[in-house]
């Protein structure tokens, strides 16, 4: 398997990685299943303003996988839940120049998105 | 070295196909960045050799899948077909789809068609080894779903005028197949434009590697896979693609399409020589001499001779030619090809084949010419010894 | 593939060698291809104590598991349609075996015990009256484990069954001694051990002599099991790959051991590692290792990084399809995250110690990364999770 330079580049120095303690201002999507071999959590933190103050994730799965999530915690951080909401999977592949047999890895960080906007606003209304 | 007049039965792999396999036969070494990406580019080589058959065969690159020779590929055409065409019928009602195929194709269509689960008829051939229309509308019914007809044969060298055969086989939605395994490389192909459904070719046979050929196949024509275990060549054959061997086939290919004319005009002119020679003996017969027949090929008889002693003693000579096909039975029958042509028995038993190659040169003819002479005029001479001891 | 290997093949490729066909039977260029055949099974023969005449030459290993089982299956199809197998046997047997059950046959395919070896009681339990065939693999390529062939033999001679072993990862690396072994059929790999791709071999027992359905037919090659025109040079090639392995096999895999061993003692004391299959019985250049919470393909992206810096691809690490270790009863997460791990020829010890390196550091990084090691080092139980399955 060949992988992209970007692949690699989000492999090799993944962005925001981490955790965010459980509050209310913080969404969490925990999406895919072991079974499956990737399983993604993404947590957004956002402000007053209903910004994206900040973004962290974990993931589990291959290299594709990795870099989904990780470009994803970038492009979301400054953006209204609104705009984050309206990132689709075929943005995130084309970034990433995804092969098609990891076209599932972009779809998986658009369901954790939409998991961590869905888990914030829940808590806030 | 002897002189290798059986360029039908293999050739010598070319040192430009060589030269372009060794590096898929070594161990990778040099940049080390190759080792990653040599994955990647086996892949590609893979590719670029499928265009390359494919344009041999007139052909698109997807239509190539890769076999380990052309008789896997006959094979895979037959029982192929044959298996998908049962699997389609429902059990109680029996597969009605018949097959018909020339008396004169090679035994690796003649012996499958032995073996399948439908019926399958043989077209003759006149007496000039070709199937003819008139002949092949006797033998297909309302239920042959495919007609295969070889594109030249091995033996005689004849070409076939496939093209009203194709035409008949579409009017009926028949499909059709050839077997160019002899044709590639010696004489124009054109898969597409042609309307045939399947073709098969074979890597050996033009100066490529033994143990590799494919099964040019339009994607209309249903055939079921033979070997299992792996998703291979578009699902159709599994097993590790054997890389060198591809991509030796590819550069072979290009070569044959490169100078077909070109050692088309050299053998041609080698066999002419031979045949104005092999004339001026009363004893010799060429077979199909009328026919159109592959540049490189004759095939003829020599009167009150046994086929067997006649190619030992040419090989003591030094000179390497054959009876008809390379086959492995070693039995000492007549060619099916020549009794299908209605040549006599012992005719047929003295049967020499010679198959020029563009390796071969004029001396390596006149070599051939005074061998014979040699050995027909010592026979002649005790003839006339045993004629006179009576 | 061996340098010395590529240097027996190079002496039957090109005009200037032994280039003949070795069916051809009329001349010298087809009797020294015969020949360099012969030579080749003697040597394939020997590795494996059989006789060169029970060694059928294949396109490969899928060709003669394809050829052994359904061959078999079909040529004894009247005494019985059930077949036995395992879960973790190669896709060329697991395939050829599903190609049957649509052709009408039942198969019984073992569970392996969690050590990856076969449970003697349980396959006992499995053998029925119209049992035919068990094809059972020697050595399995993923995990390594070495079968007890001898003890699954005697249980098939005492039912009358045929046994086949698929013998791909063990010849050369495992002392098989076929004149003791109760074992009827056996598929061998050329390119598994430093030989050409595009050949194989299936050892088909002599006396008993053991019978089975041709393939491919078309020339009565090989006889009559498999037709089709002999690469001489592949074949030359596999000869000699069995012959080095025979003369090297006792010191390599002294060497492999160590070099194993070392391996797996630089990453044991990890957290959560799992050695997959049993550990004793295996060969000796395989170890494969679940490192649990973290993915085995993004594991293996750190190592092909490995294979670019120290410039080999010899300690080749790959991600293993997981239905193998599945049939080990390895849970969700072992499964993924298991990495095979091939030592061979070429194998340094320098490059063990890279590799430890390698995999300590990046099993750590991506155990960073993974949101299911936070949750195993919380003490939440992964399996009570109801986790959406997409």
């Known amino acids: 398997m060949a992988y992209g330079k970007k692949v690699l ?117 | 070295m002897a002189v290798y007049l059986d360029n039908n039965a293999t050739t010598a792999l070319d040192e430009k196909v060589l030269e372009a396999m060794l590096p898929y036969m070594g161990q990778v070494t040099g940049n080390p960045s190759s080792v990653h990406r040599f994955g990647r580019l086996q892949k590609d080589a893979i590719e670029q050799a499928r265009e390359s058959v ?256 006649l190619l030992m003693q040419l090989d003591k000579k030094a000179i390497a030619v054959s009876s008809g096909s390379a086959c492995a039975s070693g039995k000492a029958e007549p060619s099916h090809v020549l009794t299908a042509m209605q040549v006599p028995a012992t005719l047929a038993n003295s049967a020499v084949r010679v198959s020029l190659g563009k390796n071969n040169t004029m001396s390596d003819v006149e070599a051939l010419l005074i061998a014979l002479n040699d050995i027909i005029e010592i026979n002649r001479h005790s003839a006339v010894m045993m004629a006179a001891n009576v | 593939m061996d340098e010395r290997v590529v240097a027996e093949m190079l002496k039957y490729m090109g005009p200037e060698s032994s280039f003949g066909n070795p069916a051809s039977r009329s001349h010298s260029f087809g009797w020294e291809a015969e020949a360099a055949v012969e030579m080749a099974r003697k040597q394939v023969a020997d590795l494996v104590g059989a006789n060169p005449k029970e060694i059928i030459f294949t396109s490969g290993a899928t060709e003669s598991d394809n050829l052994a089982i359904k061959g078999v299956a079909h040529f004894n199809q009247k005494r019985g349609k059930h077949i036995v197998t395992c879960k973790t046997e190669h896709k060329a047997v697991l395939d050829s075996c599903r190609q049957l059950e649509r052709e009408g046959y039942e198969v019984t395919y073992l569970d392996p015990m969690q050590n990856g070896l076969i449970d003697l009681e349980v396959l006992k339990d499995a053998l029925r009256d119209d049992t035919t065939l068990v094809s059972i693999m020697h050595v399995n390529n993923e995990i390594g484990v070495i079968q007890d062939i001898e003890a699954i033999g005697k249980i098939c001679r005492e039912r009358k069954i045929i046994f086949h072993v698929d013998a791909a990862q063990s010849a050369g690396k495992v002392a098989i001694n076929l004149e003791q072994l109760p074992v009827d059929l056996m598929s061998f790999s050329a390119h598994k051990i430093y030989g050409p791709k595009g050949i194989g071999a299936l050892y088909v027992q002599r006396k008993p002599r053991v019978r089975l359905e041709a393939q491919m037919h078309g020339g009565g090659h090989e006889r009559g099991m498999r037709s089709g025109t002999l690469a001489t040079h592949q074949i030359v090639g596999m000869g000699e790959a069995f012959r080095i392995a025979k003369e090297e096999m006792v010191a390599e895999n002294e060497r492999l051991l160590k070099l194993r061993n070392k391996l797996y003692d630089g990453v044991k004391d990890m957290e959560e590692v799992y050695v997959n299959g049993d550990i004793d019985h295996r060969i000796a250049g395989n170890i494969n290792i679940s490192f649990n919470y973290v993915e085995g393909e993004s594991l293996l992206m750190a190592l092909n990084d490995l294979a670019i810096s120290s410039g080999s691809a010899c300690t080749s690490a790959s991600l293993e399809p997981s239905y193998v270790l599945r049939a080990l009863g390895r849970n969700d997460e072992l499964a993924h995250s298991s990495i095979r791990f091939t030592m061979g020829r070429y194998t340094t010890e320098e490059e063990i110690d890279l590799t430890i390196e390698h995999v300590r550091q990046a099993v750590e990084k991506l155990r960073e990364l993974s949101p299911l090691w936070d949750m195993y080092k919380e003490g939440i139980d992964i399996a009570s999770i109801e986790w959406a399955a997409h």
């Not at chain 1, 084309?94 to 890895?105: F, M, R, S, T």
């Not at chain 2, 109680?92 to 097959?99: P, V, W």
């Not at chain 2, 002419?272 to 077979?287: H, P, Y």
Request: net charge negative; charged share 20%.
């Open chain 2, 54 to 309: 494919a344009q041999l065969a007139g052909a698109r690159a997807e239509q190539v899948i890769f076999t380990s020779g052309g008789t896997e590929s006959n094979n895979l055409l037959l029982k192929g077909f044959s298996q998908h065409a049962v699997a389609r019928t429902s059990t109680e009602q029996e597969t009605s789809a018949r097959i018909a195929i020339s008396a004169i194709e090679h035994m690796s269509m003649l012996e499958p068609a032995q073996n399948l689960p439908i019926e399958v008829d043989l077209v003759p051939v006149d007496t000039n080894g070709c199937a003819t229309l008139h002949a092949v509308e006797q033998v297909v019914t309302e239920q042959t779903s495919l007609m295969s007809v070889m594109s030249a044969n091995n033996e005689t060298g004849v070409i076939q005028n496939l093209s009203p055969l194709i035409a008949f086989a579409h009017e009926r939605d028949c499909f059709f197949h050839t077997d160019a395994s002899q044709a590639a490389g010696k004489i124009p192909l054109s898969f597409v434009e042609s309307g045939v459904h399947a073709m098969t070719l074979s890597a050996h046979k033009l100066y490529g590697p033994a143990g590799i050929g494919a099964l040019v196949i339009d994607k209309r024509l249903p055939i079921s896979k033979l070997q299992f275990g792996g998703a291979q060549e578009k699902n159709l054959r599994a097993g590790t693609e054997n890389v060198p061997a591809i991509v030796g086939f590819g550069k072979a290919a290009e070569l044959a399409l490169a100078d077909l004319q070109e050692n088309s005009l050299h053998v041609r002119a080698l066999r002419d020589t031979l045949e104005k020679g092999l004339k001026r003996f009363n004893t010799v017969t060429i077979f199909a001499e009328k026919a159109e027949r592959l540049p490189n090929t004759v095939q003829f008889g020599v009167d009150g001779f046994d086929g067997e002693t």
């Open chain 1, 9 to 125: 580049d989000h492999y090799e120095n993944p962005r925001n990685v981490g955790s965010f303690e459980n509050s209310d201002e913080i969404g969490t999507g925990m999406v895919g299943a072991p079974a499956c071999g990737d399983v993604m959590k993404l947590q957004i933190k956002v402000g007053n303003d209903g910004v994206i103050e900040d973004a962290v994730f974990k993931t589990y799965g291959c290299g594709s996988a990795i870099a989904s999530s990780s470009l994803l915690t970038e492009w979301v951080k400054g953006k209204t839940l609104d705009e984050a909401q309206a990132i689709k999977n075929t943005q995130i592949a084309e970034e990433l120049a995804l092969p098609p047999v990891k076209i599932h890895c972009s779809v998986l960080a658009e369901d954790a998105i939409n998991a961590a906007i869905a888990d914030y606003r829940q808590k806030n209304n």
